[in-house]
Structures are given as C-alpha cells and as structure tokens.
C-alpha cells in the first residue's frame, strides 16, 4: 500500500513539475541601463537645418576601402550569386577563379537543411586574408562566426565545409 501511494505521489509531482508557464507579454516593457541617455532626443543633432540648393552634396570616393585589412571577403553568397569579383580581391593575391564553377549555389535540400540548423546561410566561398588563416593536418581552414568552418581548395579561396554543413 505505501509503495502505491508513494507511486502515486512521486508521478503527480513530476506531472506537476513538468509544465511549462510562459510569462505573460507586456506592451510596455523598458530595458534598464548603467548609461541611461534620454530616448526621446533625436539620436543625430548635427543634422543641419538649412541646406543651400545652389550646392550639391559631394562624397569623397578617393579614399577606397583597404582589403588587405579585412579579414575575409565573400566570393559567392549561399544562393550561388557572385557578391565580389576578381577585381575585389586585393592585388597580391593572384587567386584566378572560374566564375561558373563559383556560381553554384546549395541546393533547395542543403539551403532548407542550413535554415533549420543554423538559422542562417552562410557564404559558400571566402577569399581569406593570409593573416587570418590557421593550419592543422588537415590544411589550411578558416572559422567564420564560431560556427562555420572554410577549408583552402587549391585556387586558393575558402570553400564551405562540404562533408559537416552539406
């Protein structure tokens, strides 16, 4: 008789402590900060007032971004569209690459794969700065987010790695 009882009780505690509650959402919910700043200025002040028609805004194009500087460079987006071209590339490269075999894209199976696993698709191919790239017996890799791991083909860019994410 105990041993039923205990039985009973120990199951209505775990279907007791098994449900989960959902706090219930608030409209006006506020997020509290050690560097409070007034929400209700505009967040740019120097926005001038008076513009002048006779003038024409110019932007400065001469100073142009450095490659060799940034860390990686998408080649091709996980859709098969070549976001940068050879010219993006810095000049000490020399990475000469097909752009049909680049435009490739994952198929509808590996992108809807890639949406429900990682919630995100990741470029398909890298140029990665010489800087940047890390070494193991393998070859040469590079590690994109924590989450993404490009190894070196050998035209020279990073490709996606095939046997973990496809």
Same mark, same amino acid.
């Given at each position: 008789?105990?041993?039923?009882?205990?039985?009973?009780?120990? &199951?209505?505690?775990?279907?007791?402590?098994?449900?989960?509650?959902? !706090?219930?959402?608030?409209?006006?919910?506020?997020?509290?900060?050690?560097?409070?700043?007034?929400?209700? &200025? !505009?967040?740019?002040?120097?926005?001038?007032?008076?513009? @002048?028609?006779?003038?024409?805004?110019?932007?400065?194009?001469?100073? &142009?971004?450095?490659?060799?500087?940034?860390?990686?460079?998408?080649?091709?987006? %996980?859709?098969?569209?070549?976001?940068?071209?050879? @010219?993006?590339?810095?000049? /000490?490269?020399?990475? +000469?690459?097909?752009?049909?075999?680049?435009?490739?894209?994952?198929?509808?199976? +590996?992108?809807?794969?890639?949406?429900?696993?990682?919630?995100?698709? !990741?470029?398909?191919?890298?140029?990665?700065?010489?800087?940047?790239?890390?070494?193991?017996?393998?070859?040469?890799?590079?590690?994109?987010?924590?989450?993404?791991?490009?190894?070196?083909?050998? @035209? %020279?860019?990073?490709?996606? /790695? +095939?046997?973990?994410?496809?």
């Amino acid at each position: 008789m105990k041993t039923y009882l205990l039985l009973i009780v120990s &199951s209505c505690l775990l279907f007791a402590c098994s449900r989960k509650t959902v !706090p219930a959402k608030t409209n006006n919910a506020t997020i509290v900060t050690n560097n409070n700043t007034n929400n209700n &200025s !505009p967040a740019n002040n120097n926005i001038p007032t008076n513009i @002048d028609s006779g003038k024409t805004l110019t932007t400065d194009t001469s100073a &142009s971004v450095n490659n060799s500087a940034l860390a990686f460079i998408v080649i091709t987006n %996980g859709y098969g569209k070549i976001i940068n071209g050879q @010219d993006a590339l810095p000049a /000490d490269a020399n990475i +000469e690459f097909n752009t049909f075999q680049l435009s490739k894209g994952f198929s509808a199976q +590996e992108l809807s794969n890639l949406k429900a696993r990682y919630k995100t698709i !990741p470029p398909r191919v890298l140029y990665v700065n010489p800087q940047n790239q890390q070494q193991s017996a393998r070859g040469t890799f590079y590690v994109l987010g924590k989450k993404f791991w490009y190894w070196k083909k050998k @035209d %020279g860019l990073f490709y996606l /790695d +095939e046997k973990y994410y496809l």
